[in-house]
């Protein structure tokens, strides 16, 4: 791994723990918010401090899935593997006429306060059903924490999920399965403990060329990851701009953290990591004559 893997912790959907060039944990643990039984703690820990990587791969993720289509790549239905997907906030939003803002709301809200996980799990199945897209894609979840993946399955906002650690483990028989017809698989966090023990099964089961995109924290570094891929025929493009917000620091001493980190990856913090906050880049990674044929700037277009 690019990291080392702390014991015990549990990498979701958006992890912010990450070990700093000192050897010293340099970021907040949010570790009590991703494994509860419903994501209301998730959304509470997190708004304080802005975060709002989804939001931005919200945009992104359709647009990538557009541009399968456009091409005549896809026939029906796209299947999206999220890696560390957590409570399924990525899929909530992808399948679904939301914003992060919206969900925000809705998971802080005090009638949400009042009810049990299951009085939530039902309210949260009408909620969704009521407002899924017709457009709407195939979601698988990947993701350690059993009962983030029990919540997100259980309101439909995957189709499949597992609960598996493949940088630990081997993947399951079923899971291996389930990927067999993935078109995009995205990574919103955890990249930094991700590796090619995760990638390489998974990879090795699809069976058509599929596409990589993932928001990664620039404290570290996706080299290795890229490697891994480079080895199954993907080139990884990184968008130099823009970056996007993370979250904003919660104190002085992460944001010592981030500037140095940043410094020491190569990268330049003014303007971002000194003043407002964690930032992520977007690397896409797919099939070299794809890359040839429209550079990842140009696929994207303007206006992110």
Same mark, same amino acid.
């Given at each position: ?23 010293? $944990? ?13 994501? &209301? ?32 790549? =896809? ?13 399924? %906030? ?5 399948? $679904?006429?939301?914003?992060? =803002? ?7 809200? *005090? ?10 799990? *039902? ?8 407002? &899924? ?6 979601? %698988? ?25 493949? =940088?630990?483990?081997?993947? !399951?028989?079923?899971?291996?399965? *389930? ?5 995009? %698989? ?5 990249? !930094? ?12 089961? %699809? ?24 080895? $199954? ?33 190569? =990268? ?10 964690? $930032?992520? *880049? ?23």
């Amino acid at each position: 791994m690019t990291e080392a893997q702390p014991r015990g912790h549990v990498p979701t959907e958006d992890d912010v723990l990450v070990t700093s060039p000192t050897g010293t $944990h340099g970021m907040t643990r949010f570790d009590d918010a991703y494994d509860q039984p419903d994501p &209301r703690a998730y959304f509470r820990a997190l708004r304080p401090w802005g975060y709002q990587t989804p939001h931005h791969a919200q945009s992104v993720f359709r647009r990538l899935l557009a541009a399968r289509t456009a091409a005549g790549r =896809e026939q029906g239905p796209a299947t999206v593997l999220d890696l560390c997907c957590s409570y399924g %906030i990525n899929a909530a939003l992808l399948q $679904h006429d939301l914003t992060l =803002e919206e969900l925000y709301e809705h998971y802080g809200s *005090a009638d949400a306060a009042a009810l049990t996980t299951v009085e939530l799990e *039902a309210r949260d199945r009408s909620f969704y059903a009521a407002r &899924r897209r017709p457009d709407a894609v195939r979601v %698988i979840g990947l993701d350690m924490a059993a009962h983030a993946i029990a919540y997100a399955r259980a309101v439909g906002l995957l189709d499949e999920g597992f609960a598996e650690n493949l =940088e630990a483990a081997p993947p !399951s028989r079923a899971l291996l399965r *389930a990927v067999r017809h993935t078109r995009l %698989i995205t990574v919103t966090g955890g990249a !930094s403990f991700l590796s090619a023990r995760t990638f390489t099964p998974l990879l090795a089961s %699809i069976e058509d060329p599929v596409w990589v995109a993932a928001f990664v924290l620039r404290t570290g570094s996706y080299r290795a990851i890229a490697d891994s891929l480079a080895a $199954h025929g993907l080139v990884t493009e990184k968008l130099t701009a823009p970056t996007f917000p993370q979250r904003r620091f919660t104190g002085e001493r992460e944001r010592r953290y981030a500037v140095d980190a940043v410094t020491a990856a190569g =990268e330049d913090p003014r303007g971002k990591e000194s003043e407002d906050g964690f $930032h992520t *880049a977007l690397y896409l990674s797919r099939p070299a004559s794809e890359v040839a044929d429209v550079p990842l700037s140009a696929l994207l277009g303007g206006g992110l």
